[in-house]
């Protein structure tokens, strides 16, 4: 039996060995008390419920909304939300149909008309009516599942299998990156069907025993938060090969191509030292693909 990988972090916005600043693999606080210490600021007019858009209070740090952690009613992590906005994404033509993906959720922030990429770290039915005890945060790790949320109310959820063998059904396995890992994208051969411009924007990292350890997502358009990534054409291959499609390497290269905007998330402490190797895959705890088995063990 192998242990699988612990969420002992949350970490923002991957880097370059040689870019070292406050947003490279930024600590996203996983308790409330931890983030107002470290100057984050609870969202004006935040609630849990969020007129039942989305579970969780939110809190930022100065007005960078593309990092928006999610807290329960214990203040305690349960998700992320990743802010777009749109004054930005339509500054310039941009081809992407974000009203046609369920994953982008119309939305605002402090009176700012955004789109809302909104991840959860448990199931966020429990978010805003039992949350969780901070033992439980230290014993279960950052997490217990990961969900996309795919429509205008939490109710609407895209369940993600935590090993890669069982994630690959859906989305396609890639290519392995230092520093990030295995890379998986939703439905890759599919992409070109739509130009590129209905891509689903999340995708999953593995470590080399195929366990989930972190997960990104990826936007069209060139969007200023410091937090954000804007790979070029070859760093866009150097994920998504053998198979990259032609219309992704467009959106980063061409001069009429507003490029990408991404951000990695990792669950564990030194991303910086992630190393590829072939997959030796965990096999799935009494075949609980979804459940993160350090949240299975008797407490």
Known sequence: ??????????????????VNNEYCFQDVPRTVESALKS??????????????????????????????????DHGIIAGVQVNVLKSELFATPNPYKYNEVSDYLDNSIESHPVYSLTTYFVDPTSICDKGKKMRRLGLEGTGSRLYFQTGNTPKHLRRVPLYRNEAEKSYTSTNCVPTMGHHNYHDVPNMHLSNCTKIVPSFLLFNNNGELHGFGQTTIGKLSSPSLEHPDGFAVKLGLDPITPKCMLYMADAPESPGYSNIHFFFVDTPRNIKCEPINQTKAVGNSIHINPNALVKH
Not at 2 to 10: E, I, P
Not at 66 to 71: G, I
């Open 39 to 72: 100057g984050w600021r609870k969202v004006k007019g935040s609630t849990c419920h969020n007129k039942g858009a989305f579970n969780g209070f939110r809190m930022v740090k100065k007005d960078n909304y593309a990092v928006t952690p999610l807290y329960d």
């Open 1 to 18: 039996f192998h242990a699988f990988v612990k969420w002992t972090s949350l970490k923002a916005t991957w880097c370059p060995g040689s």
